[in-house]
């Protein structure tokens, strides 16, 4: 029977952390505020907006909501940023993606001022990601499926790590940490030939794929430890990971779930980069 | 016996584009010319620049040489760097590494114009390579050693290539770039475990270690295909390769020597961007 790896556990420990900068933080009469801008009304990205504002509550960080008409040029999101950017009332701020296809994301990025890009849009804070400097603003999944690992005492030392995803916001900075924790670190991805000998063969296999159940434990071995990034709907519109939980979970040493594992976490490091903005 | 890959037809074949480049841009009134910044008279650095010239001089290419004392502050530095940024006879700017320790490397990186900076040092466009945006300039190791199995129709699609490096001037850009020739990327260093398992299970095995002959046959198969970016002295002070080249020569499928492989081709690389940053 796998040690389940669940989220909650991380992201509390994480928020206690928060509450304790943020009351710090306070008695400095400084008040850390999270500006989140919104663009139209995705059901989707409204209902994560809600559990931001929520999680934000809990742990005495402010929200300020900038909502636009998805119709908004691209002009006019950079002077929204811009004034972001200069309010010394916003400690970080948040652009929900995926933006609207006719917004320049290019533009947007870069008009992001790096000391408040708390989910590292801005190519700066990329680029100090892939140097190996983990001082500033990460990706937050990425960051979330690393502290989940180093939360639970698993040492990424010298461990085979596969990384089953190459984007810019999960594989390829979680590629870089990974390697700052001394990993040797493979990368596949949709063109990758015998994905089944490259992951049986791995210490610990991060996958983000967004293949529901794709896995089963064909493809891993007793030591594995599996740590599910993907998030997709399986048949029956229920949401599942990139692995077959009921056929792996008894099987691996590890595994986190889908949901409550990996993605529980994430807006705990969002919140926790906001505070990280304040200092 | 292995097919050895030399580097000096790849070079050949580069320089004969950059020739007709330069000849058409020569025709529309353009003089690319390559601006040199050399601190003190370290004599590594004045043969490669006379080395560069050289080559320059072969394709069309005029040099421009800024030689300072290495005593020179920061600040100076970023004036004589600012001026030829400004400078619109110069295309490419090329400052010969490592600086003196007094120097800000950071700021140095950063004050030199993306769009001159053929040897990618400014974070800008390292974040490009980063993102797999190959469109600008790249560092010139990995881009020849990309370079040399291209030229030598090596398809990368869906290959497992193992690096042996994790720097931003070798092992970072050469995963990036491996990355987007579909090739499924192990990156590997000091802290491996097992490397002897990681390089024997590998289509292609890419080695920037620095230590002499440190890989010998048991690392690889018959069909390895091994390219050599490593340079160090052997116990008698010649230049040798990462590689064991006499032991693994008669066994592997295609191997690079050193010197005379990837080392030969980097220059042309540097040259090709020049001219790149002219157009």
Do not use: W
């Amino acid at each position: 029977m796998a040690e389940i790896l669940k989220g909650k556990v991380v992201a509390d420990k994480i928020k206690e952390e928060i509450t304790r900068d943020v009351e710090d933080l306070k008695k400095n009469g400084i008040n850390p505020t999270l500006g989140i801008v919104r663009l139209g009304k995705n059901p989707d990205d409204i209902f994560y907006e809600r559990s931001i504002i929520k999680n934000c509550n809990s742990v005495g960080i402010s929200t300020s909501i900038v909502e636009e008409d998805e119709s908004i040029t691209t002009e006019k999101l950079v002077e929204i940023i811009e004034r972001l950017n200069k309010d010394d009332f916003i400690s970080g701020i948040l652009v929900f993606r995926p933006l609207p296809k006719h917004i320049d994301e290019e533009v947007i990025r870069n008009v992001i001022s790096p000391k408040k890009d708390i989910d590292c849009m801005n190519p700066i804070n990329l680029e100090k990601i892939f140097e190996g400097d983990m001082t500033g603003f990460a990706p937050c999944t990425p960051k979330a499926a690393v502290e989940i690992l180093l939360h639970n005492n698993v040492s990424l030392e010298g461990k085979n790590v596969v990384i089953i995803n190459r984007s810019m916001v999960v594989g390829k900075p979680l590629a870089m940490m990974l390697l700052e924790e001394n990993a040797t670190v493979t990368i596949c991805h949709s063109r990758t030939k015998d994905l089944h000998k490259v992951t049986s063969n791995a210490d610990i296999v991060m996958t983000a794929l967004g293949r529901p159940k794709y896995f089963d434990k064909k493809y891993f071995k007793e030591e594995s430890i599996v740590i599910d990034i993907g998030i997709s709907e399986d048949e029956n519109g229920k949401i599942s990971g990139d692995i077959d939980f009921e056929d792996v979970k008894d099987y691996v040493k590890m595994i986190t779930p889908v949901p409550n594992g990996v993605g529980s976490i994430t807006t705990s490091i969002l919140l926790k980069q906001t505070v990280n903005a304040c200092k």
